[in-house]
C-alpha cells in the first residue's frame, strides 16, 4: 500500500529536475500524476504528460481540464515550474522582471486559481509550492530570482490562510542548490565546470550538493495524507546552507 494510493497529482514543470523526480516518487507512492510543462513528451509512463505553459491562461485552463478528464480529480498540486535569473538589482530590465515573475509567482496563482474546484472536492487536498533558500535568505547576484521566489513565500502563507477552511493545506520548500540539469547548465556555462562544481559543493555545508529525490521527498512529505496536521510552513531542504550559517556553520 503507497502512501498516495487512490490520489491524483499534478506537478508543473514536472518534465525534468526536482519536478520530475517528485512526479516519479509521488507514482511509485501510489498516484495517478500529471506533469504539466512546456516539454511533457519526455516523461514517461504512468506519468501522463499534459502542454501547459504556466504563463498562458488558456493552457493552464485547458491542462486543468485534461486532469480532470483523465485522473478523475486531483488531489495534491505541486506548484514546481520555475526559472532562474542572474545579477544584482540593475542587472535585469523591466521586461525579464516580467518575464520571470510571470512564471515562478503569476504562474502558481494561474494554476492554482484553475485548480481550487477539484482541490475543494477533494478530501485530501494539498499544495506544494517550490520556493527556494533565495527567497527565504535573499542571495547576491541573485535579486531578481529571490524577489520572486520570496513572493512564493508570502503567497504560500497567504494561500494556507485562505484555504484553511476548504481542507486544503498549503506548504512551500525551500532547496539550496540541488543537483538538476538547471545546475548542469550554469555549471556548463562556466570557463571550467569541473572546477566550478568542485567550488559549488566546498560552499555547501554538507559537501555537496542536494539531490532531487530528497526535495522530492520533502515536497511528497507535505503532501501526503500522513502531513495532515502541517499547513503555512517552509520546509529548508538546503544541506544546512541558511540555518547554519546563521549558527556560523
Ligand atoms: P529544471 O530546469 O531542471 O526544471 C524546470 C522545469 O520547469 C522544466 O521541465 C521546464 O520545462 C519547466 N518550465 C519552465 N518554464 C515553464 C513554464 N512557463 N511552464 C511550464 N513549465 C515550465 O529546474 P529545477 O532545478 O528542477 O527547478 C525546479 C524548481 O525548483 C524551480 O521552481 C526552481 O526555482 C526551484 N529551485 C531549484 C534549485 C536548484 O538548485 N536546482 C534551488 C532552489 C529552487
Known amino acids: 500500500m503507497g502512501e498516495f494510493d487512490g490520489l491524483r497529482a499534478a506537478v508543473t514543470g514536472g518534465a525534468s529536475g526536482i519536478g520530475l523526480a517528485t512526479a516519479r516518487l509521488l507514482a511509485r507512492s501510489g498516484a495517478a500524476v500529471a506533469v504539466l510543462d512546456l516539454q511533457p513528451r519526455e516523461v514517461e509512463d504512468p506519468l501522463l504528460g499534459v502542454r501547459c505553459d504556466v504563463t498562458d491562461d488558456g ?5 486543468i481540464d485534461v486532469v480532470r478528464e483523465r485522473l478523475g480529480g486531483l488531489d495534491v498540486l505541486v ?49 506544494v509550492n517550490t520556493c527556494s533558500i533565495a527567497g527565504i535568505a535573499g542571495l547576491p547576484q541573485r535579486a531578481l ?84 496536521g502541517t499547513t503555512g510552513t517552509v520546509l529548508t531542504v538546503d544541506g544546512g546552507m541558511f540555518g547554519l550559517r546563521l549558527r556560523g556553520g
Open 59 to 63: 493552457e493552464v485552463r485547458a491542462a
Open 79 to 127: 506548484n514546481n515550474a520555475g526559472i532562474g535569473a542572474q545579477g544584482d538589482v540593475s542587472a535585469n530590465d523591466d521586461a525579464e522582471w516580467h518575464r520571470v515573475l510571470d512564471v515562478n509567482v503569476v504562474g502558481i496563482a494561474r494554476v492554482t486559481r484553475a485548480a481550487l474546484p477539484l482541490l475543494r472536492e477533494s478530501a485530501s487536498a494539498a499544495i
Open 145 to 228: 530570482y529571490s524577489a520572486s521566489k520570496g513572493a512564493v513565500h508570502a503567497l504560500t502563507l497567504a494561500m494556507a490562510a485562505d484555504h484553511v477552511h476548504d481542507g486544503i493545506r498549503v506548504n512551500c520548500v525551500a532547496p539550496g542548490t540541488v543537483d538538476t540539469p538547471w545546475v548542469e547548465r550554469l555549471l556548463d556555462a562556466a570557463a571550467d565546470p569541473a572546477a566550478e562544481r568542485e567550488a559549488l559543493e566546498a560552499r555547501q555545508p554538507t559537501g555537496r550538493l542536494v539531490s532531487a529525490d530528497e526535495v522530492a521527498h520533502a515536497i511528497a512529505h507535505l503532501a501526503g495524507p500522513a502531513s495532515g
